[in-house]
């Protein structure tokens, strides 16, 4: 049996839609490190390693819907969730939460700069405040993500990783040589020199 993605009247679906409400005049994500609603248990809910959202086991093949819950997602220690102003409920994510789907890059070394935009049109400016942190890739080779907000972070598809790495510089750094990426007066370690393996 399959479930359509339009949420069913009385669903928890249904009742984050309805309290997160479609204001289009409403710009950037709502406040919500600041909520602390009661926590209502686990939906059916999952974003999977490639992006894409489900819920009881279907894709929610409307964008406009996935980019809504998007907004409302937050990292708890302890686990994912979608807040509003009255609830609060734990979602599964398989990898990270969002995927960096596109990548411009202006300048070069410490003046560099590079920004991405995210499946759910996110724009993030890599640097301090966004930084980027690289992972072991479970068949070898990195994979890179970049911070967007709190503790949520994008994964940098395949085809980004390659021109990412082509960014990489070698840098001694407290007595350490390291092989990564400069954006904004920062320095991201991808590996130590002596590490250095096939990030292809």
Not at 65 to 74: D, I, N, P
Not at 111 to 128: E, H, K, M, Y
Not at 158 to 171: F, G, N, V
Not at 182 to 189: L, T
Request: with cysteine; charged share 25%.
């Amino acid at each position: 049996m399959t479930h359509s993605s339009t949420p069913t009247p009385g669903s928890a679906l249904a009742r984050l839609t309805q309290a997160l409400g479609s204001d289009p005049k409403r710009k950037g994500p709502p406040p919500v490190e600041r909520w602390n609603p009661p926590y209502c248990g686990e939906i059916d809910m999952r974003i999977a390693a490639d992006g894409s959202w489900h819920y009881m086991g279907s894709p929610i093949n409307r964008p406009a819907l996935v980019k809504l819950f998007s907004t409302v997602l937050r990292k708890d220690p302890e686990r994912y969730v979608l807040v509003t102003p009255v609830e609060r409920v734990g979602i599964a994510v398989e990898d990270a939460p969002f995927l960096a789907v596109e990548m411009a890059v202006e300048g070069e070394g410490d003046s560099r700069q590079i920004a991405f935009r995210t499946n759910v049109d996110d724009l993030v400016q890599a640097g301090p405040d966004n930084p980027l942190r690289f992972e072991e890739g479970e068949h070898g080779g990195v994979k890179p993500y970049v911070k967007v907000r709190g503790d949520l972070w994008a994964l940098v598809t395949r085809s980004l990783t390659l021109d990412l790495i082509a960014l990489a510089e070698e840098r001694q750094i407290e007595g350490r040589n390291l092989f990564g990426i400069a954006v904004k007066d920062a320095f991201f370690p991808i590996a130590s020199a002596a590490d250095l393996g096939d990030f292809s």
